[in-house]
């Protein structure tokens, strides 16, 4: 792993937790294979990054997202939250 990928990666664990940045480092060298390098660069540790969400990017989003989800209009409704809790059911 190159120095700057490990200076991204300490970053990231500092931010978010040390099991997802060990699971970046799994992905990252998995990513690391696909395009034939031999060293584990920042790009690769970018690149899982952008495709695994922590908890807390995932939470952002889908607050953010929440009214184009299925059901997101059945919980602000009065009227229909029995019909909603007997589906969790």
Do not use: H, P, W
Not at 28 to 46: F, H, N, P, T, Y
Not at 67 to 76: D, H, K, N
Request: with cysteine; proline share 0%.
């Amino acid at each position: 792993m190159s120095e700057d990928a490990k200076i991204l990666l300490t970053k990231i664990g500092e931010d978010t937790s040390l099991r997802y940045a060990i699971n970046l480092i799994t992905s990252a060298a998995l990513a690391c294979q696909k395009r034939k390098g031999k060293v584990v660069e920042m790009e690769d540790i970018s690149r899982v990054y952008e495709l695994f969400y922590d908890v807390k990017r995932s939470t952002q989003y889908l607050m953010e997202y929440q009214s184009q989800y299925m059901f997101s209009e059945v919980a602000g409704e009065e009227g229909d939250e029995d019909e909603a809790n007997a589906m969790v059911s």
